[in-house]
């Protein structure tokens, strides 16, 4: 976790380096399988400097009795851009 926290930081100050015109993000939303470490979060807020927390694309969706619940929770940082692209269809 401490590595990639370092992987982030460094990201962070090259896209945010002085006459980019960006500012810096209210909060990092950690996807994919690196969201399952423990304690990345933490390690990647201590670091940067900015609150950071797993992002959950599934939020408050009900998940069907038929899916396995505690898989579907692991897996749902990978899930991101389905998710999204599902959720276009809705607009």
């Known amino acids: 976790a401490a590595d990639l ?3 982030v930081s460094r990201s962070l100050h090259s896209c945010l380096a002085p006459g980019s015109g960006r500012e810096a993000p209210e909060q990092i939303l950690i996807c994919g399988g690196c969201a399952n470490i423990p304690g990345v979060a933490d390690v990647i807020s201590s670091r940067v400097g900015i609150p950071a927390e797993r992002g959950d ?22 899930l991101l851009t389905a998710c999204g692209l599902a959720l276009r269809s809705f607009d």
Request: glycine share 12%; proline share 4%.
């Open 57 to 78: 694309p599934l939020g408050q969706m009900k998940i069907s009795t038929r899916a396995l619940a505690q898989g579907v929770k692991k897996d749902a940082t990978a």
């Open 5 to 7: 926290g370092q992987q």
